[in-house]
C-alpha cells in the first residue's frame, strides 16, 4: 500500500544550497563596503549568482574596484554608471547583453538630493533640487528598468531600495520622502505592467544603517537611536541582514512576490509612535 510520505509529489521541494545559482544579477549603488548594496552582492554571489557592479566615477572607482574583485566580477561587466551621464545606462545594459546575454536580477540601491534641499524644508525645496533629486534617486530606476525588460527573457527580478520617510513623515528625511513615495509608486506600477512577462518588481525598505549616503542626513544619529530603542528588535539592522533577505526575495522560491514594499527594520514600521 502507498502511504502519503511514499507519494513524492507530496515530498518538501528541494532548495539548492545556492539558490541563485547560473542568475546573472547587475548591481547598481555600490560606493564602499558599508554599502547595503554591497551587502546585497555578496548575498547575491553567496547564493551562487555571477555579478556586474557599477561604480559612480573615476573618483571612486577605487573604492568600488577591490569590492568587485571580492565578488568575482569579470572586467568587461565592472562599468562607471553615473545616472546623470548619457549613455553610461545604456553603456552598461549593453555589455550584460553581449557578455551574459541576458538579465535577472537588478538592483538599483541610489539615491542623491542636493545637500541644501535635503537639509531644508520639503516647502521650500527648489525646483532644480527637486528635479535632481527625482531624476537620479526615482526616474534612473524607470530608465534602467526600461533596460533590463528586453535581456529578463525568462522572467527576472527588480529590486530598490526605500526608507519608512517614504511612507510616513520622518523629521530630517526632508525631500528624500516625497522622492521615495515616488519610487515606491514606480515600482508598484512597474510590477503590475511587466507581471506578465515574469519580471516581479519590488521595494526593499531597510532601517538605517549607516552608509555615506545616510551620513548626509541631518541628525541621522538621533534616528539611529530612536529605531534602536522602539524598533521590536531593540537593536539595528546592518547591511548584510538586508543583503540576505534581499537575496531570498530574488529567488524563484519567492516568485509569486512582486509589488511590495518589504520592510527589513527590525519591526520599526509597525509601531504606532
Ligand atoms: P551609499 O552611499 O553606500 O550608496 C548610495 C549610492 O548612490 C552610491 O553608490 C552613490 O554612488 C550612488 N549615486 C549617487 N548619485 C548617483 C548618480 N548620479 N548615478 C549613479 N549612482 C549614484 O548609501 P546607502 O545607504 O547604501 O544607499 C543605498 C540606497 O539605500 C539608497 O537608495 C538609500 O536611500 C537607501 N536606503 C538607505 C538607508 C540607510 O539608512 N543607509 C535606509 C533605507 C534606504
Given at each position: 500500500m502507498t502511504t502519503a510520505s511514499d507519494d513524492a509529489a507530496l515530498r518538501p521541494t528541494p532548495i539548492s544550497?545556492?539558490?541563485?545559482?547560473?542568475k546573472k544579477a547587475l548591481v547598481v549603488?555600490?560606493?564602499?563596503?558599508?554599502s547595503i548594496a554591497f551587502g546585497c552582492a555578496r548575498a547575491f554571489r553567496a547564493f551562487g549568482a555571477d555579478l556586474s557592479i557599477t561604480y559612480l566615477n573615476d573618483k571612486t572607482k577605487q573604492f568600488t574596484a577591490p569590492l568587485a574583485a571580492a565578488l568575482d566580477v569579470e572586467d568587461a561587466l565592472f562599468l562607471p554608471c553615473d545616472v546623470r551621464e548619457p549613455g553610461q545606462i545604456t553603456a552598461v545594459f549593453k555589455a550584460i547583453e553581449e557578455t551574459w546575454?541576458?538579465?535577472d536580477i537588478l538592483l538599483h540601491s541610489i539615491a542623491f538630493a542636493p545637500r541644501d534641499d535635503l537639509h531644508g524644508r520639503v516647502t521650500d525645496c527648489s525646483l532644480d533640487g527637486f528635479l535632481q533629486t527625482m531624476d537620479i534617486s526615482v526616474h534612473s530606476l524607470i530608465r534602467m528598468v526600461r533596460k533590463a525588460e528586453p535581456l529578463m527573457k525568462d522572467g527576472g527580478t527588480i529590486l530598490t531600495m526605500s526608507y519608512f520617510g517614504g511612507e510616513k513623515v520622518v523629521p530630517h528625511y526632508g525631500i528624500m520622502g516625497p522622492a521615495k513615495a515616488a519610487l515606491e509608486a514606480s515600482a508598484r506600477y512597474m510590477a503590475y505592467e511587466l507581471g506578465e512577462k515574469g519580471i516581479r518588481v519590488n521595494v526593499v525598505s531597510p532601517g538605517p544603517v549607516m552608509t555615506r549616503a545616510a551620513s548626509?542626513?541631518?541628525?541621522f544619529d538621533e534616528l539611529l537611536a530612536q529605531t534602536k530603542e522602539r524598533s521590536p528588535a531593540r537593536r539595528l539592522v546592518t547591511a548584510e541582514e538586508v543583503g540576505m533577505a534581499t537575496a531570498a526575495l530574488a529567488c524563484d522560491f519567492a516568485g509569486i512576490v512582486t509589488g511590495e514594499t518589504l520592510y527589513m527594520d527590525g519591526g520599526y514600521n509597525i509601531m504606532a509612535g
Open positions: 544550497q545556492q539558490p541563485l545559482q547560473g549603488g555600490i560606493a564602499n563596503k558599508d546575454g541576458k538579465l548626509g542626513i541631518d541628525r
